[in-house]
T-cell receptor, first 106, second 114 residues
Framework: KNEVEQSPQNLTAQEGEFITINCSYS?????LHWLQQHPGGGIVSLFM???GKKKHGRLIATINIQEKHSSLHITASHPRDSAVYIC????????FGTGTSLTVIP | DVKVTQSSRYLVKRTGEKVFLECVQD?????MFWYRQDPGLGLRLIYF???????EKGDIPEGYSVSREKKERFSLILESASTNQTSMYLC?????????????FGDGTRLSIL
């Protein structure tokens, strides 16, 4: 049983497209995290949120606590956005989704 | 800037060897974590530590041990490496405060056991 489910698993988009990645979770949480992993392995934290919406540049993250669902949006996508995006939630421990592999084609 | 440093990016070892993976953080974080990442399975927690000389098992501790003698350093030890331990290993650190604090990750060590 996966506490965190992401969709889609793989996503290919043309440069400039609007992209949405979804995350659903089944446990009680104190926060939800969106992480980005580039080829080569390093992971960086993009957002941590417990309610509402956050925006950073072309990235927007939203969370609906009642529905246990979060979305990560990328506006005007660019090839450098190509990476694996991982949703993680924290309750009494960290739970990770399996990631969404995004490829943005020029 | 925040920095978590893993000693090796790539490592190749033989079955039965004792393998040490080192992780150092410069943020004075209380919490440190070791994960492995496998295709289709995401990140899985092996061990974590919330203080010097303290350790807690994660979801998949079998075949691994850890050491935290100093606050900034957290070592993962494969006592007798096996081929099913071929994986990407990621270290992370974070301040006390649990889930309301982001974790900071190293660049990962891709370990191959032959």
């Amino acid at each position: 049983k996966n506490e965190v489910e992401q969709s889609p698993q793989n996503l290919t988009a043309q440069e400039g497209e609007f992209i949405t990645i979804n995350c659903s979770y089944s446990v009680g949480i104190s926060a939800l995290h969106w992480l980005q992993q580039h080829p080569g392995g390093g992971i960086v934290s993009l957002f941590m949120l417990s309610s509402g919406k956050k925006k950073h540049g072309r990235l927007i993250a939203t969370i609906n606590i009642q529905e246990k669902h979060s979305s990560l949006h990328i506006t005007a996508s660019h090839p450098r956005d190509s990476a694996v995006y991982i949703c993680a939630v924290t309750g009494n421990q960290f739970y990770f989704g399996t990631g969404t592999s995004l490829t943005v084609i020029p | 800037d925040v920095k978590v440093t893993q000693s090796s990016r790539y490592l190749v070892k033989r079955t039965g060897e004792k393998v040490f993976l080192e992780c150092v953080q410069d943020m004075d974080h209380e919490n440190m974590f070791w994960y492995r990442q496998d295709p289709g399975l995401g990140l899985r927690l092996i061990y974590f530590s919330y203080d010097v000389k303290m350790k807690e098992k994660g979801d998949i501790p079998e075949g691994y041990s850890v050491s935290r003698e100093k606050k900034e350093r957290f070592s993962l030890i494969l006592e007798s490496a096996s081929t099913n331990q071929t994986s990407m290993y990621l270290c992370a650190s974070g301040p006390s405060g649990g889930g309301n604090q982001p974790q900071h990750f190293g660049d990962g060590t891709r370990l191959s056991i032959l």
